[in-house]
């Protein structure tokens, strides 16, 4: 029953990548690319229960994290053109679209 | 009771892998940005939701469950945040949402 989450996760992934490729605008890339790595983190959790090692979901925790947080990085330096920029910065980079 | 737990594991996990694979499908098909960001919410909510509730049906401890519940809620609290960032900066930058009649207004 894992095995047949796994494959469903894995082909998810698989379309999510094909509009990752094909995507017109860099936000449906981004957007694919996130939808990604959730299923990553839930292929993780799902492979950890498959092989009988729960510790897997430790990983699965900082998978989460990490890719919520990678995915602000990624719009802030999308949207201001800098990751540093302040908030009050007017800087609004020409956001190829 | 084993039985039973384990029955409605299936469930949960099965139906999760539906709605995650309804949820790429709408990503690869839909045809506007915003309607494709609706497709991934489901795969993000109903779809990561069943799975993990389906694989707390599986009875791995109480370590494991409260693991599994703070995922839940991790995932349930980042991907709205997210999908909403991501809404705000396409809107921002000038893409329009495609509607059915343009001419109207």
Redesign the interface.
């Known amino acids: 029953m894992f095995a047949v989450t796994m494959v469903a996760i894995l082909v998810t992934m698989v379309l999510a990548g094909a509009r990752a490729f094909s995507g017109p605008t860099v936000y449906d890339r981004i957007l694919a690319a996130n939808m990604i790595g959730t299923k990553t983190g839930l292929l993780i959790a799902v492979l950890g229960f498959l092989t009988e090692r729960p510790e897997f979901l430790d990983l699965v925790l900082i998978y989460v994290l990490l890719n919520f947080i990678g995915m602000i990085a990624v719009l802030k330096l999308i949207e201001r053109g800098d990751l540093g920029a302040s908030d009050d910065s007017v800087t609004q980079s020409e956001a190829q679209i | 009771m084993e039985q039973v737990l384990d029955i409605l594991?299936?469930v949960c996990?099965?139906t999760?892998?539906?709605f995650?694979?309804i949820?790429?499908?709408g990503?690869?098909r839909l045809p506007d940005?915003y309607s494709?960001?609706h497709g991934?919410g489901i795969?993000?909510t109903l779809?990561?939701g069943l799975?993990?509730v389906?694989?707390m049906f599986?009875g791995?401890?109480p370590l494991?469950t409260v693991?599994?519940v703070?995922?839940l809620i991790?995932?349930l609290i980042?991907?709205p945040?997210?999908t909403h960032?991501?809404a705000k900066?396409?809107y921002?930058?000038?893409?329009k949402p495609s509607l059915p009649n343009e001419d109207d207004h």
């Open positions: 594991s299936w996990l099965i999760g892998s539906v995650c694979m949820g790429g499908l990503l690869l940005f494709r960001m991934a795969t993000d779809g990561a799975v993990l389906g694989l599986q791995g401890g494991v693991k599994l703070m995922i991790i995932a980042a991907s945040t997210s960032a991501l900066a396409a921002k930058s000038g893409l």
